[in-house]
């Protein structure tokens, strides 16, 4: 039987992050808990790393990426020594590297399909790959051009049906979270756009129009994805989506996929690229882009700002993004409009992590009174954080009717936004134990966890 070797790589890791063996296992533990990966490591583990053992994917991008934040400078998997080489690496490529963005997209769609290929995917840390330099031409049109000559019947046909179908995703994950039919959408990308895609006008360019609505459901597929506890795959649909907005010339489309991008970093602790991307998204839009746009990126980098505690910078682009609000025009789409309900959650996000509790709950009860009711998953966020804000402030009986409402739209959604929310709010309960409500609302938390979500 070979012996490993020891791992000297990760020793000296350790040494200049100045943590011991312990102190490593307990921040991979939290990030894996925060990518839906629950792992129980501890200091015997890391020191059978050191001996030469190496963890299966994901484990050595979370070592890395944890070493990374701690050591600030950026630290491979190469570096760590807990490189892993399986024939897994060519099925991963293969869907990252393909040329052309639309059979990129196809690949990953038809990937993703496929339970264990699925899972093959979602083993690698995605938030730290870089992104590729975009360049635009240089002009004032935010949006995609006018697409080039095509047969005006089947480029009609084609745009109606793409979106449309963004409009009924989207509906769909407002109401019941990203789980809920989010295969259809792959299956729906992977089948039905690719026809499209090779019947439109054969041996000339694609419509643009065309490769932009297939970019918007991209982003969304790359939403739900993530909604679905599937962070890297999701990730992955987001790339595309900003290669096929790309193509398409559509600044727009690019910007905003880039801001989800951010948000999902941000979610993960990840405040570098969350930064990084949500200024790119600003400023690839641009002066000229909607103004539901801009009000919706310049609220996506507040929150950004706030929570990397740059409070001026947090302060102004909020007020951008509540002085470009606008309300929603006739027919208005997922990339038209940005509903007034959620500025408000993004205010009383900035505000929180400003430290403003009373300004926070009042964005968080405005968000609240213009939620519609069919939105079961938004309703499950709102009402967990007031809850978590009043039981931070000790107000225990003003937090109770909220964890209530929560109950009965939480079994409706398919969420791991929802869960999580829910699972951090049993957690907020904890120091109310003694407290009869608050230990049977406790209690109805945890049944609601362990309960199948509805799919």
Known sequence: ?????????????????????????????????????????????????????????????????????RIARTVTVAETGLVHSTPDESLRENVLTTADPVERLVTLCRTDIDPAQRAVLNRELITARPLPSRGWPATGNTGPPDPPPAEPALTDLSDDRLDHMAVVFATLTERYGGAHARSALATYLADDVAHLVAITHPGSDLPRRLIRGTAQLTHLLGAMTIDACLTNVGYLYYHSALGLAHRAGDRTSYAISLRAMSMSALHLDDVRHARQWSDQAVETAGPAAPPAVRSYLHAGRAVVHATDGRRRLALADLLTAERHHDTAPRNAGPFTHYPLTALHYQRALVLLALGDRPGALIALEASLNTRPAEHHTALVLLHALLAQTLLSAGELEAALPHCRQLFDHYPLTSSCRARKALTALRNALHPYHRHPQARETRAHAAYLIRRPSLR
Do not use: C, F
């Open 1 to 69: 039987m070979a012996r490993h070797r020891p791992n000297e790589h990760l020793a000296e890791l350790l040494t200049e992050a100045n943590w011991s063996a312990g102190e490593l296992a307990r921040a991979v533990n939290a990030l894996g808990t925060k990518h839906g990966v629950r792992l129980r490591y501890d200091r015997t583990s890391v020191a059978h790393w050191l001996n030469g053992s190496i963890p299966r994917p994901p484990v050595p991008d979370l070592v890395a990426q944890v070493l990374t934040r």
